[in-house]
């Protein structure tokens, strides 16, 4: 039930950077969303659908690219993606990994229509 709000926090920055480039239509929406984030990806395209009717982003189509978990050693400064079985940091056996990505989730780009660019599709009814 989370993916809700994390939806609509996703989707009013959608809104306020579309608002911010006097777009008329938010065309698609590229989230990175990390591989622990603990978000289903399907959830968060259904709720953003339901929410985003009514406004800007109606319609828009939602990529959502996983972002892989990778560990920096804070011992030997080693970037290293943990496995299962061995967490410990493959150069100097080290276990004071630190998790650097896989937990985030953030808008990475959003397309939009501006009402001048957008006049072509349009224009056949006029
Ligand atoms: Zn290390």
Redesign the pocket.
Known sequence: MHELGITQNVLSIVLKEATKAGASRVTKVSLKVGEWSTVEPDCLKFYFGILAKGTLAEGAEVAVEQVPVAYA?E??G?EYIPLVSAFA?P??S?NKGKLITGRELFVDSIEVENADSGSAKSSGCK
């Open positions: 050693c011992n030997c080693h940091c150069r100097c080290s």
